[in-house]
């Protein structure tokens, strides 16, 4: 709340590219130059994420090393696909008000697959111990449950679904700390402070301009440190792995 204060610049010349806050149980309305923003920060990412999901794809030696990456690359792949289509209609057809609304829904829902996908590779491809195992089915659990609550209160307690997202965030990366082989943590930790800060803006429309694409940078910083760990430690020919026993 201090630095969202501390960064308001609704009193300076920079206020012609948002618009005012609106209370918590509405929806802000971005700028003609806030629409553009956001649609662009995401769509600049789509290709790279359908190349760099390839590439895992590619690198696979086994099975589960497929089948993780088709859930991560579908996950990270579907984040920016998604999102640019919302923020594109909703700036473009914000006429077709039903259709809006219901990809607005998608939009918050895909960021909990995205984060369950984002955990595969690490809870299937490296060794976990007896408890932590039952995170590889928890956490889409967790996803679901996520879905079910934007369908039912989509909008209603925001506050409420930006703790979800953070517990959903950090939950699994308990299990992580418990793998014998850490390698990849350092990027882990490092990607989700990015994530962590970028709330900050994901919380500030109508006090910063352009928070919103802010946030999509900081996801994309985010997302893009993940990727580098993934396929260093998982996925890079001659990197050593423990694979669990199945």
Known sequence: MFVSRLLDFQKTRYARFMNHRVPSNCRYQPTEYEHAANCATHAFWILPSILGSSILYILSDDQWETISAWIYGFGLSSLFIVSTIFHTISWKKRHLRTVEHCLHMFDRMVIYFFIAASYAPWLNLRELGPWASHMRWIIWIMASIGTVYVFFFHERYKLVELVCYVIMGFFPALVILSMPNRDGLLELVLGGFFYC??????????????????????????????????????????????????
Not at 214 to 223: C, E, K, P, T, Y
Request: avoid cysteine; hydrophobic fraction near 50%.
């Open 197 to 246: 800060l970028g709330m900050v803006f994901f919380k500030s429309d109508g006090r910063i301009p352009f928070a919103h694409a802010i946030w999509h940078l900081f996801v994309a910083i985010g997302a893009g440190i993940h990727y580098y760990a993934i396929w260093r430690y998982l996925y890079r020919p001659g990197a050593l792995e423990t694979r669990p026993s199945r």
